[in-house]
């Protein structure tokens, strides 16, 4: 198997990624304005309808169900697909979902692509996969298309260029774009202007190349039909125009009825832009005669999600819709932006998808990317409790660390083990409390603990500790006790 | 080689599931709470007077009919400055003006969908709650395409077919849920920058709603 999630196997570890992201002031200013700016029209939005937790919890239903039975539901897709004239192809890992859509592209001679927005050919590497092969794969959506330009990562799930601000991308686009050809003089900072420059400039290429790409918002399993939730109406260009259309879908996006629609076509705007709904959602099962590609290919994607789904505790994690409600509200993400986590999937769900879809091998610093706040689960509309996960995780590297001999022997281990011990007897406990009241004598300044030796000064660089009281709250309640 | 990856990922699928109760499935799925609202409210006047001011919260532009549509639809062409028009090949002749130039698409090339000033279309039905109106591809309505590639739409919807709810429109839409549908709110727009919803990239740029 070759399970990829986009570069994570060889991203730094997010510790080190995040001092790094730190340091940088223009990304934390831009990250922070984009995110204070989401995360208000996104709580208007979902404040002003009153069944929005009936929403919630009928999304968490339906999604938790569908997972139940999702080799049913793949199935009753597959068929349907198949019936309206769709060819639906598997693929195991990322390198298989690439063989399969370059050998289509090849089939048909295709040099160019035209691509939507989708995270799961970020994950898969397609891109990559396809410039090796001398196919050039065009991305579309404005952000990702600037995020493609000025040779970045992206750093949100729903807005891929949120780390860049429009100065930034007026750069960009005066040194990359074919300005002068396309008839623009003095790009300014405008925003229309620039998106005026990406219209033009994308123009002739949605009129001209044959073969589109597409990701996928759901998959539904009843009728066979693809739903692409979108604003700019570059996705409509991209499946509508090309005479070939490839579709790429984990296995994760099914949802049972198209019924089912109308929870998921509210959850999802509301939550990932703040708007009521967003401009243009596309649903279409398989070909239509004399409306759009003649050829049509869904590629339904495993790549590790199989193994998440037997895992009983962080399968939850697939309930995902994609909608990035979790990073915009995470105090970690706000400081650090999203390219600290060193994956496709950034913030609170990256911090448990990433490290599930490579069996833990890789990643393993994400889980402990967080405060366990609660927020990311208070905003989640399809109700993952993502605190619970990440606890889950910490366990499970921590035990596996366990195992291994420099793992014995780290000193944290050896630390929390020693606690553990304390923690256990309440005699040892009263004795290790009276030496701590003893040792720490000498850290105590103006009544806080401001700085520690060794390994210990993790803690006290960036916070005070307050000191061991005189009376512990268990001599208090003793005392009380005796007393009455 | 690809059906094997078919079996694979299914039966990884069922071995990490460990139920063979699919007898339940169907039991199971009818248990789903849907406390959420499915029916609207409000009485024809106000769910107008919503739609209304969704449409224009998202910088579409609705217009109230006179009666005589004919006359409505060149009175807001001329207004855009349109003239040349794509129609759908079975979009009705009495409601077009002799002032402007209406092309029927049979299979226009996508160049000649850029070459004209907009697209005329009716809908199927209208959404109050989001300001969205539902497009599905027919002989009436037109291909995608060509709601599409032209900067300008106009689109006619009947005051009766708005509802007030998603869920109104998710079940009425239920007997032609396999065509190509398109739920269109609002011009073509994009928040990549700064978050900031920005109206017109690649779809039509000014969206005109007449309502008859």
């Known amino acids: 198997m070759s399970i990829h999630v986009g570069n994570a196997e060889t991203a730094r570890p997010f510790p080190d990624a995040a001092r790094a992201a730190l340091d940088d002031a223009q990304l934390r200013t831009n990250v922070r304005n984009a995110t204070n700016i989401i995360q208000a029209k996104r709580n208007n939005m979902t404040a002003e309808l009153a069944d929005w937790e009936a929403l919630r919890n009928a999304a968490h239903a339906i999604k938790t169900h569908t997972l139940r039975y999702l080799d049913v539901y793949l199935e009753q897709f597959e068929a349907n697909v198949t019936r309206e004239g769709g060819k639906v192809h598997w693929a195991a890992d990322a390198d298989e979902a690439n063989q399969i859509i370059a050998r289509i592209i090849a089939d048909r001679g295709g040099k160019e692509v035209i691509k939507v927005k989708t995270m799961t050919s970020n994950e898969v590497r397609l891109n990559e996969c396809l410039e090796a092969q001398g196919i050039t794969p065009i991305e579309t959506d404005l952000a990702d298309l600037i995020v493609q330009l000025g040779n970045q990562d992206p750093s949100h799930i729903v807005v891929p260029a949120l780390h860049i601000n429009r100065t930034q991308i007026r750069d960009i686009f005066r040194s990359k774009l074919p300005l002068h050809e396309l008839g623009i003089e003095d790009l300014t900072d405008d925003p229309s202007q620039l998106a005026e420059a990406a219209r033009l400039y994308l123009r002739h290429k949605f009129l001209t190349v044959d073969i589109g790409i597409s990701g996928a918002n759901f998959a539904v399993a009843d009728t066979g039909a693809i739903v692409l939730v979108e604003s700019e109406g570059n996705g409509r260009m991209c499946l509508t125009l090309p005479d070939v259309l490839i579709t790429l879908v984990g296995i994760e996006k099914i949802v049972p009825t198209f019924r089912d629609l109308e929870v998921f076509l509210q959850a999802l705007p509301r939550s990932a832009t703040g708007e009521r709904m967003n401009p243009y959602n596309s649903i279409w099962t398989g070909i239509a005669p004399g409306d759009g590609p003649t050829e049509f290919h869904v590629v339904l994607l495993d790549n590790g999600r199989t193994d998440v789904l037997a895992n009983g505790e962080g399968r939850e994690a697939l309930n995902c819709i994609r909608c990035g409600a979790c990073l915009n509200v995470c105090p970690v993400y706000h400081q650090t932006g999203g390219h600290a986590y060193g994956s496709v999937y950034q913030g609170p769900i990256g911090a448990i998808i990433t490290p599930q879809l490579q069996s833990l091998e890789h990643s393993r610093t994400l889980p402990f990317a967080s405060s366990l706040c609660g927020a990311c689960y208070d905003v989640c509309p399809v109700k993952i409790n993502i605190p619970e996960i990440l606890i889950y995780l910490r366990g499970q590297i921590i035990r596996e660390n366990q195992r291994t001999v420099a793992g014995k022997f780290d000193l944290e281990n050896m630390a929390m083990q020693a606690m553990a011990l304390v923690f256990a007897s309440s005699g040892v406990m009263t004795t290790a409390e009276a030496i701590a009241k003893l040792a720490q004598n000498s850290f105590v300044h103006d009544g806080v603990i401001d700085s520690l030796p060794a390994i210990l000064s993790g803690w006290t660089n960036s916070r005070d500790l307050m000191p061991i009281p005189e009376q512990s709250f268990r001599q208090w309640w003793s005392q009380r006790r005796k007393e009455q | ?212």
């Open chain 2, 1 to 212: 080689m690809i059906s094997d990856s078919r079996s694979a990922i299914l039966s990884r699928i069922r071995a990490a599931n460990k139920l063979a109760a699919t007898a339940e499935r169907e039991r199971e799925y009818g248990a789903v709470a849907r406390d959420y609202r499915i029916q609207g409210s409000l009485n024809d006047a106000d769910r107008l007077h919503l739609f209304d001011e969704r449409i224009r919260h998202y910088n579409g532009t609705p217009f109230y009919s006179t009666g005589d549509i004919k006359s409505d639809i060149a009175a807001i062409l001329a207004r855009r400055s349109k003239h040349t028009l794509v129609i759908p090949a079975e979009f009705p002749s009495d409601w077009l003006p002799e002032e402007c130039h209406f092309i029927r698409d049979e299979n226009l090339t996508k160049q000649q969908l850029d070459g004209v000033d907009g697209v005329l279309t009716t809908c199927t039905l209208a959404i109050a709650l989001t300001g969205t109106i539902v497009v599905e591809s027919s002989s009436a309505q037109g291909r995608r395409a060509a709601t599409l590639i032209p900067d300008y739409h106009l689109c006619v919807v009947r005051q009766s077919d708005i509802v007030e709810l998603v869920p109104e429109a998710i079940r009425r839409l239920e007997r032609i849920k396999h065509r190509p549908l398109t739920f269109i709110s609002g011009p073509s727009a994009t928040v990549d920058i700064e978050m900031t919803r920005v109206r017109g990239v690649h779809g039509p740029r000014t969206l005109d709603i007449l309502l008859i």
